[in-house]
């Protein structure tokens, strides 16, 4: 939290900053939304598609809530390509190419780029509601804040799955 008190400022430049990254963000967000339903189908384990299928619903909350943060910033929602996720969620794509059907391997490939997606959200979220705050705009930093704890829940409970089964099965796999 800041160690000082900010004026509320909403015309500076780290307001643009924070404006252009929460366009970047709402591009990622939308992106996960459609990625997700395949990530779901390509699993493996019941366990893991049903990670996924919780966690497509709570994308849905994060646009809704991106929404809203553009709202206060007194701007109409709108989206700006994220060259990171874009990359991230083709990774994603060519595990889902490389491993095989049915097996938990692709599983643990599928885990991994998921958890690439989620850490990639959590620094985001993290970082611009630290700007938020800096900035004196309490709201947006209390959506961000909202998002960043869902994604750090999805990122833990990823790890579960992977520690808890998947990865033994998977490394118990023959060729
Ligand atoms: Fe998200
Ligand atoms: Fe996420």
Request: glycine share 6%; net charge negative; hydrophobic share 40%.
């Amino acid at each position: 939290m800041p160690a000082r008190a900010t004026e509320k400022v909403t015309d500076s430049r780290l307001t643009e900053f924070l404006h252009d990254e929460i366009k970047d963000i709402y591009w990622a967000e939308k992106h996960i939304v459609t990625a997700l339903p395949k990530m779901k189908k390509a699993a493996t384990s019941q366990e893991l598609k049903d990670a996924f299928e919780e966690h497509l619903e709570v994308t849905k909350g994060h646009i809704e809530r991106l929404e809203k943060v553009f709202s206060l910033l007194g701007a109409k929602p709108q989206a700006k390509k994220c060259d990171a996720m874009e990359g991230i969620l083709k990774e994603g794509t060519s595990i889902i190419e490389d491993t095989e059907e049915g097996t938990a391997t692709r599983d643990v490939g599928l885990i991994i780029a998921a958890q690439k997606v989620e850490h990639y959200e959590i620094s985001t979220y993290g970082g611009l509601r630290q700007v938020a705050s800096t900035l004196g705009l309490d709201d947006v930093a209390a959506l961000l804040e909202e998002t960043l704890t869902e994604e750090k829940e999805a990122d833990t409970a990823l790890t579960g799955i992977a520690e808890q089964g998947v990865n033994y099965d998977a490394a118990a796999e023959q060729e």
